[in-house]
């Protein structure tokens, strides 16, 4: 007996995907970090609590210059937990791991108004890291489409991820809090915090909401911020949609 309880136990390791948000840097980083404290003022809480990845593929950096941006990004409360496309040259112990095989979404970027004012294009990414993989043979039945159904309000702080489809909200969504789909977005309530419909690529998604008072909302990676909506819109139920690279957003009734 005493042999089975003093045997060390084995440490168990398991697979999984997390959604994160992969940051495309570009050069000169001082005016890419410029552009990235915009969209910290006027997004507040964006990074907050947000696992984030450094995608540095087709940047001519060396380790210094790496380690300075890290850096940067640290001082602004963005916590990198790896670094997508280094050369091994460029890696060292003090900086975070490399990290290969994201799975592509759709695209993020600090949002800066276009001259027309109707949306900001995005060449950040949201990537998730997928440790499985399926093959099937043969034609399989077709799937209706998943969906989530939030029940309760959804409060300041919360994040709600659900890259699979589309998301019901029968409630609010409030100030500081965020939903994020892979399809559309329907909220039964006030809009009050930030929305980003289409995250996987879907540029035909929208956003429906009773009452908009938002934040931020995106589809597909184009932006818009509060800042950058039309005043007589807010407190409008509206629907949202992108057209080309344009985001719309038209009243009901």
């Not at 091994?88 to 979404?105: H, K, T």
């Not at 930030?194 to 035909?204: E, K, L, P, V």
Request: with cysteine.
């Amino acid at each position: 007996m005493t042999d089975v309880l003093t045997q060390p136990r084995p440490i168990r390791l398991k697979g999984r995907s997390f959604l994160a948000l992969a940051l495309t840097p570009e050069l000169p980083f001082e005016d890419w970090l410029a552009r990235l404290d915009d969209l910290a003022a006027r997004s507040a809480g964006f990074f907050l609590r947000r696992p984030v990845v450094l995608d540095v593929q087709d940047l001519d950096i060396d380790r210094t210059q790496l380690r300075e941006l890290v850096g940067q990004l640290g001082a602004r409360n963005v916590r990198i937990m790896g670094i997508e496309g280094a050369r091994p040259s460029l890696l060292a112990a003090d900086l975070p791991p490399a990290m290969s095989d994201g799975r592509p979404a759709s695209d993020f970027e600090a949002p800066v108004a276009d001259e027309a004012g109707d949306g900001t294009d995005a060449a950040d990414a949201v990537e998730s890291a997928d440790l499985s993989s399926t093959t099937l043979a043969g034609p399989t039945p077709a799937k209706a489409a998943p969906s989530m159904i939030v029940t309760q309000p959804v409060r300041s702080g919360q994040s709600l991820f659900f890259p699979e489809g589309d998301v019901t909200v029968v409630g609010s969504v409030a100030s500081g809090a965020e939903i994020v789909a892979g399809g559309s977005i329907h909220i039964y309530g006030t809009l009050r915090g930030r929305a980003m419909a289409g995250t996987t690529g879907n540029a035909s998604a929208r956003i429906f909401c009773r009452k908009l008072e938002a934040e931020l909302i995106a589809i597909d990676g184009f932006y818009k911020t509060a800042e950058d909506m039309a005043p007589d819109l807010r407190g409008k139920a509206v629907q949202i949609w992108l057209e080309g690279d344009a985001i719309k957003v038209e009243t009901f009734g």
